[in-house]
């Protein structure tokens, strides 16, 4: 029985030393971080030998190890992009005026209160632009649909916008 684990583990050995560059190559590409990918073909080689045993067709060893090393590189590719970055004036445009993550009691406080601060801000805003930004944070609508509800013409919403965005841009890089 211990020369099968000791043979086991010369093979792996091989087997590491073999596809190690190629695993490498897979795994930045989907990454695109040298210390990242390192430590995706670690641990998908680690999650390999483990399961080495199981592995029934040797010839599709190579196609084997490249499945791990990719499943477990997305893995790692999803949980450092959970949260997309987007600013204020583009996620309220979106009417997703900043979702809070579900990290922490900290990080759920500051997320609250970044919200109240921009809605004071929007506050500040002359009525009109206030109206436009509003309808268009509360419903996503389309320009057109703000410009008909509100009776104004498309281009005044557009400009609306535009000013309102500036304004809330030029206000909130005077907080930071």
């Given at each position: 029985?211990?020369?099968?684990?000791?043979?086991?583990?010369?093979?792996?050995?091989?087997?590491?030393?073999?596809?190690?560059?190629e695993m490498f190559y897979v795994a930045n590409r989907i990454v695109h971080n040298h210390y990242s990918a390192e430590d995706i073909v670690q641990e998908a080689f680690i999650k390999a030998?483990?399961?080495?045993?199981?592995?029934?067709?040797?010839?599709?060893?190579?196609?084997?190890?490249?499945?791990?090393?990719?499943?477990?590189?997305?893995?790692?590719?999803?949980?450092?992009?959970?949260?997309?970055?987007?600013?204020?004036?583009?996620?309220?445009?979106?009417?997703?005026?900043?979702?809070?993550?579900?990290?922490?009691?900290?990080?759920?406080?500051?997320?609250?209160?970044?919200?109240?601060?921009?809605?004071?801000?929007?506050?500040?805003?002359?009525?009109?632009?206030?109206?436009?930004?509003?309808?268009?944070?509360?419903?996503?609508?389309?320009?057109?649909?703000?410009?008909?509800?509100?009776?104004?013409?498309?281009?005044?919403?557009?400009?609306?916008?535009?000013?309102?965005?500036?304004?809330?841009?030029?206000?909130?890089?005077?907080?930071?």
């Amino acid at each position: 029985m211990h020369d099968v684990v000791e043979n086991r583990e010369a093979d792996f050995t091989g087997y590491y030393q073999k596809h190690y560059n190629e695993m490498f190559y897979v795994a930045n590409r989907i990454v695109h971080n040298h210390y990242s990918a390192e430590d995706i073909v670690q641990e998908a080689f680690i999650k390999a030998y483990k399961n080495y045993g199981h592995l029934i067709d040797q010839s599709k060893h190579r196609a084997w190890l490249r499945t791990i090393v990719i499943r477990t590189a997305i893995d790692y590719y999803r949980k450092q992009t959970r949260y997309e970055t987007v600013s204020v004036e583009e996620g309220a445009e979106a009417g997703q005026l900043l979702r809070c993550p579900k990290d922490s009691i900290p990080t759920q406080l500051n997320w609250q209160f970044e919200k109240d601060g921009i809605l004071e801000k929007i506050d500040t805003l002359p009525k009109g632009m206030q109206e436009v930004l509003k309808i268009k944070i509360a419903t996503d609508g389309k320009d057109q649909e703000i410009a008909d509800q509100l009776n104004i013409s498309l281009s005044a919403v557009k400009t609306r916008l535009h000013r309102a965005r500036k304004m809330l841009r030029a206000e909130m890089s005077t907080v930071n």
